[in-house]
């Protein structure tokens, strides 16, 4: 007869016990620290309830940090965006530093060309003068070489600054060859009226070369 009584009050424990640890679980389920809602699966469906089996984050530390990780992203965000601005500005600098200097290139080049143009034309004209210069030379001598009156008859036939030129060609190479000039004989031989209209020009302009 005891030995029924003790096996029955073991039984009755372990039921006890069973129970508690089925509401230990129950209990720390809810509270989140474990997920037992699979154990519990048909105990829900037999009363007519689903079980939640979503995991949900429920304690603090994990909340602090889904809260940090959110807090770093949108740092992180915002260095991005910092970043991102500073690179546009730079590029509209780089893209305004270029266009100053492609401005500044064109100028130095239209400069280059105008100086090129400049030195053409003076060359041009250095090379007119050198030009003129030979013929009058020549043209000079070869009167020097003539007899007076078909040295003046070929004279008159030329303009006022063409016979100018010459004759102050030919008292030139009369100097360097340590002779007398020719001019002032040529001069008597031509009409008063043009000898008067040279000398004014001569007067006004003392060289022409």
Do not use: C
Not at 116 to 135: A, L, P
Not at 150 to 177: C, G, H
Request: glycine content about 4%.
């Amino acid at each position: 007869m005891g030995f029924g009584k003790s096996l029955g009050k073991t039984i009755v424990l372990l039921i006890l016990v069973i129970i508690l640890i089925l509401g230990g679980l129950l209990w720390f389920d809810y509270l989140g620290v474990i997920h037992a809602k699979k154990i519990f699966a048909p105990f829900y469906r037999l009363i007519g309830k689903e079980p939640q089996t979503s995991v949900a984050v429920t304690t603090n530390q994990e909340l602090l940090q889904v809260d940090l990780d959110e807090e770093r992203l949108a740092k992180r965000l915002e260095e991005l965006s910092l970043r991102s601005e500073e690179l546009d500005k730079r590029e509209l600098d780089i893209q305004a530093m270029e266009a100053e200097n492609t401005q500044i290139a064109q100028e130095l080049e239209e400069r280059r060309i105008s100086q090129e143009e400049r030195e053409k034309t003076f060359n041009n004209i250095q090379k007119m003068y050198d030009d003129r210069s030979v013929n009058i030379r020549k043209n000079a001598e070869n009167l020097n070489g003539m007899a007076p009156a078909n040295a003046v008859a070929i004279l008159n036939e030329m303009d006022d600054q063409d016979i100018i030129d010459t004759l102050r060609m030919v008292d030139q190479i009369a100097a360097e060859e340590g002779k007398a000039s020719m001019v002032s004989y040529w001069l008597s031989l031509m009409p008063a009226e043009r000898v008067a209209e040279l000398q004014r020009k001569m007067a006004n302009k003392p060289t022409s070369l």
